[in-house]
T-cell receptor, first 110, second 112 residues
Framework: SQELEQSPQSLIVQEGKNLTINCTSS?????LYWYKQKYGEGLIFLMM?????EEKSHEKITAKLDEKKQQSSLHITASQPSHAGIYLC??????????FGTGTSLTVIP | NAGVTQTPKFQVLKTGQSMTLQCAQD?????MSWYRQDPGMGLRLIHY???????DQGEVPNGYNVSRSTTEDFPLRLLSAAPSQTSVYFC???????????FGSGTRLTVV
């Protein structure tokens, strides 16, 4: 089965600071998804990356897929309290099975 | 191997039928939740539980019931299946809401 490792497991940053979350796969990534969740709420789809070197941005969040390294990174610029939550990466192995990382808990201190 | 086990992996139902999706974890996690994933909509929370005997509704609870009689099991019941419930369902568990999640492999449900 495909495994996704996320790092760090938790992150506490001061408002205004930049941060990066990594997601590493044990197998080739055909589709990599990033989600965000707040307590008691459904996961919010952020973006999907499909090709090596692809980079997408959503407001102050940028994600990049490095297919050669089987890794994706999520970068938040000038973090705000609204960015706090749990970030999950998920992957599609083309077998109609989805796999998810364990998540990264982000706290932003005002 | 320790983890979250979901059964069945695939299921086809006729409109109006009822069924239960099973979810079990052996990690002694208190927090368990059910999600559905639909194309273009991402994952949405159906119900969640913060411990045995405690459940609460998520974002899209209508048409689904849950119970948590033990720490290990968190079944999801469809009372009267509708085509709108065709989706992929994921069960997840966690030590706590701020800890990492462990997801099951999913159940692909088709309602015809």
């Amino acid at each position: 089965s495909q495994e996704l490792e996320q790092s760090p497991q938790s992150l506490i940053v001061q408002e205004g600071k930049n941060l990066t979350i990594n997601c590493t796969s044990s197998k080739t990534l055909y589709g990599l998804y990033w989600y965000k969740q707040k307590y008691g709420e459904g996961l919010i789809f952020l973006m999907m990356l499909q090709k090596g070197g692809e980079e997408k941005s959503h407001e102050k969040i940028t994600a990049k897929l490095d297919e050669k390294k089987q890794q994706s990174s999520l970068h938040i610029t000038a973090s705000q309290p609204s960015h706090a939550g749990i970030y999950l990466c998920g992957a599609d192995d083309t077998g109609n099975q989805f796999y998810f990382g364990t998540g990264t808990s982000l706290t932003v201190i005002p | 191997n320790a983890g979250v086990t979901q059964t069945p992996k695939f299921q086809v139902l006729k409109t109006g039928q009822s069924m239960t999706l099973q979810c079990a974890q052996d990690m002694n996690h208190e927090y368990m939740s059910w999600y559905r994933q639909d194309p273009g909509m991402g994952l949405r929370l159906i119900h969640y539980s913060v411990g045995a005997g405690i459940t609460d509704q998520g974002e899209v609870p209508n048409g689904y019931n849950v119970s948590r009689s033990t720490t290990e099991d968190f079944p999801l019941r469809l009372l009267s299946a509708a085509p709108s419930q065709t989706s992929v369902y994921f069960c997840a568990s966690s030590y706590s809401i701020t800890y990492g999640y462990t997801f099951g492999s999913g159940t692909r449900l088709t309602v015809v």
